[in-house]
């Protein structure tokens, strides 16, 4: 089992920056992807950026070039940077992990996820 605790949502103002963060622990397989998604209101939860322990990124194109994702895998920590946030990036973000196993199976994992509000 995996646990994945993030922190630093709250409120912002549209133009500002904030960090979050996303601390995992238990049996972390070596090969795993850390993500953030998100869900406004009446709407699905959705990618906003993916990493892999290599390092590769991927990003939604609404954050691409405003948003950032990185890891301490010394730390096991996920953060997203995200710089000149918008009012349609408030919604509830949520820290996913991805254990990838034999056979490319998969073990998905989330934390309970943070609320994240802009102000205009």
């Known amino acids: 089992q995996v646990q994945l605790v993030e922190s630093g949502g709250g409120l912002v103002q549209a133009g500002g920056s904030l960090r979050l963060s996303c601390a995992a622990s238990?049996?972390?397989?070596?090969?795993?992807?850390m993500a953030w998604y998100r869900q406004a209101p009446g709407k699905q939860r959705e990618l906003v950026a993916l990493?892999?322990?290599?390092?590769?990124?991927n990003y939604a194109d609404s954050v691409k070039g405003r948003f950032a994702i990185s890891r301490d895998n010394a730390k096991n920590t996920g953060y997203l940077q995200m710089n000149t946030p918008k009012p349609e990036d408030t919604a509830v973000y949520y820290c996913?992990?991805?254990?990838?196993?034999?056979?490319?199976?998969?073990?998905?994992?989330w934390g309970q996820g943070t609320q994240l509000t802009v102000s205009s």
């Open positions: 996913n992990l991805k254990n990838i196993g034999i056979a490319t199976r998969t073990y998905d994992y």
């Open positions: 238990g049996r972390i397989f070596s090969i795993n992807t």
């Open positions: 990493i892999t322990n290599g390092d590769n990124t």
